[in-house]
């Protein structure tokens, strides 16, 4: 199976530190999807960033930034000065370009943020 | 503002006892995902809908179904509630199931079976 390694299960860090979630993934197809998704304890996956294959730009949204290195399969995700309300589990996915189940979310197990005060 | 909505969001069911969960979407997407999720564990897809093509996951049981009556409404039957099925369960909405597509998320419906 193609997967996505997440090999952090926790981390905790204290407020304003900045921390680095990391996401190994494997894939045969040349064309593919990656996402990050925050799931805080309310239960919701929340939407946060999605890379194409053939984008090796590095994003930045305010405190959020990505760092896509296909040479590495790795896309992971930094957050500048954490605050308390970055607390929430963080998941890497991927995701084939076609139809069937290649077109499904491949989820990594995820990664627990805590943020102390 | 919600775009995909779960009903309810806490469900408590006896052992045996057939139960629907609910999950509607304001977005307009052709395709609707039911998911499983224990704690501490990625989710995990149970089935889709493109329209109202179904698509189930080869490990999916038979004890799960689902319907879905029109584009904005998709429902999740659990015929016989196991101890097993205790979990949340997240629907997602996604305009397409090839591509880039992002999928949306509902805030779940954390079932218990008693």
Redesign the interface.
């Known amino acids: 199976a193609q997967k996505v390694t997440q090999a952090q299960t926790e981390i905790s860090v204290v407020e304003k530190e900045d921390v680095t979630l990391d996401c190994v993934y494997e894939t045969r197809d040349t064309t593919y999807y990656l996402f990050w998704y925050k799931q805080p304890p309310s239960g919701e996956l929340v939407f946060l960033i999605r890379r194409n294959s053939f984008d090796e730009q590095n994003e930045i949204s305010g405190r959020y930034s990505w760092n896509f290195q296909k040479s590495t399969s790795s896309f992971n995700f930094t957050i500048t000065a954490s605050q308390v309300v970055d607390s929430a589990v963080y998941f890497c996915a991927r995701r084939g370009s076609y139809g069937g189940s290649q077109g499904n979310l491949i989820f990594g197990k995820g990664t627990k943020l805590s943020v102390k005060p | 503002d919600a775009m995909v909505i779960q009903n309810p969001r806490y469900q408590v069911t006896q052992f045996g006892k057939p139960v629907t969960l609910s999950c509607s979407q304001t977005l307009n997407h052709n395709v609707m995902y039911w998911y499983q999720q224990k704690s501490?564990?990625?989710?995990k897809?149970l089935f889709h809908y493109y329209d109202k093509d179904f698509?189930n996951?080869a490990d999916t049981p038979d004890n799960f179904q689902s319907r879905r009556p029109n584009t904005s409404f998709c429902f999740l039957d659990i015929r016989s509630p196991g101890l097993g099925d205790a979990a949340?369960y997240?629907c997602?909405t996604s305009r397409d199931?090839?591509?880039?597509y992002?999928?949306?998320?509902?805030?779940?419906t954390?079932l218990t079976v008693t």
């Open positions: 501490s564990q990625a989710p897809l698509n996951e949340m997240l997602a199931s090839q591509g880039g992002e999928q949306y998320f509902g805030p779940g954390r």
